[in-house]
């Protein structure tokens, strides 16, 4: 037992992070329950339609496809904070639906900021390559973020989905627009 203020604040911390590890495990066995019975509720997802399952946390993208067959791939997401637009770009946690596609020269109509800065003294020099490559970008209906090829070193994007250009290619490929996405939250380690 403790009776000074460095004991309880001892205490008070080690009941927090315990608190903190069993809400993550809550959160994992849903993601468990959800994946593992996500075929036997159609509300979820239809067993006959190929879906997605982003996890920020483990940098992984779970393609599902339509016949029950699983592929694991190497996936980015939103960075914790950008600092040219000073604010997070974390992907936001949601399910989504793939609402249009874009072939492997599509560019960024929003980064970098250069690209898209008004002409300073109606001096303006034309950018015939500005914007960021975007290679296979799979767009979620009604958003502005969505799944492109892109580096897959840690989470650094503006909110989009980077997997690595064949992954994206073949995604783009196989899956029909409509397709079922689903963003886990990102969990505070």
């Given at each position: 037992?403790?009776?000074?203020?460095?004991?309880?604040?001892?205490?008070?911390?080690?009941?927090?992070?315990?608190?903190?590890?069993?809400?993550?495990?809550?959160?994992?066995?849903?993601?468990?329950?959800?994946?593992?019975?996500?075929?036997?509720?159609?509300?979820?997802?239809?067993?006959?339609?190929a879906r997605l399952v982003f996890d920020p946390n483990r940098h992984t993208l779970t393609y599902f496809s339509a016949t029950g067959a699983?592929?694991?791939?190497?996936?980015?997401?939103g960075a914790d904070w950008c600092p040219d637009i000073k604010r997070p770009c974390k992907t936001p946690a949601g399910t989504y639906r793939?609402?249009?596609?874009?072939?492997?020269?599509?560019?960024?109509?929003?980064?970098?900021?250069?690209?898209?800065?008004?002409?300073?003294?109606?001096?303006?020099?034309?950018?015939?390559?500005?914007?960021?490559?975007?290679?296979?970008?799979?767009?979620?209906?009604?958003?502005?973020?969505?799944?492109?090829?892109?580096?897959?070193?840690?989470?650094?994007?503006?909110?989009?989905?980077?997997?690595?250009?064949?992954?994206?290619?073949?995604?783009?490929?196989?899956?029909?627009?409509?397709?079922?996405?689903?963003?886990?939250?990102?969990?505070?380690?």
């Amino acid at each position: 037992m403790c009776f000074n203020r460095k004991c309880t604040l001892t205490t008070t911390q080690n009941t927090q992070g315990e608190a903190v590890k069993r809400i993550r495990g809550v959160i994992l066995v849903a993601v468990a329950i959800l994946v593992l019975f996500s075929e036997t509720f159609p509300a979820i997802a239809s067993a006959r339609e190929a879906r997605l399952v982003f996890d920020p946390n483990r940098h992984t993208l779970t393609y599902f496809s339509a016949t029950g067959a699983r592929k694991v791939y190497r996936a980015t997401g939103g960075a914790d904070w950008c600092p040219d637009i000073k604010r997070p770009c974390k992907t936001p946690a949601g399910t989504y639906r793939i609402g249009i596609k874009y072939g492997p020269k599509y560019r960024s109509k929003t980064y970098p900021l250069a690209c898209y800065q008004p002409c300073k003294n109606g001096a303006c020099k034309p950018k015939p390559a500005c914007g960021a490559a975007m290679p296979h970008f799979m767009k979620f209906a009604g958003k502005r973020f969505g799944i492109h090829a892109g580096t897959v070193s840690r989470n650094n994007s503006h909110g989009c989905i980077h997997v690595p250009s064949s992954v994206a290619r073949f995604l783009s490929d196989t899956l029909p627009i409509g397709t079922l996405v689903t963003v886990l939250p990102y969990i505070h380690r």
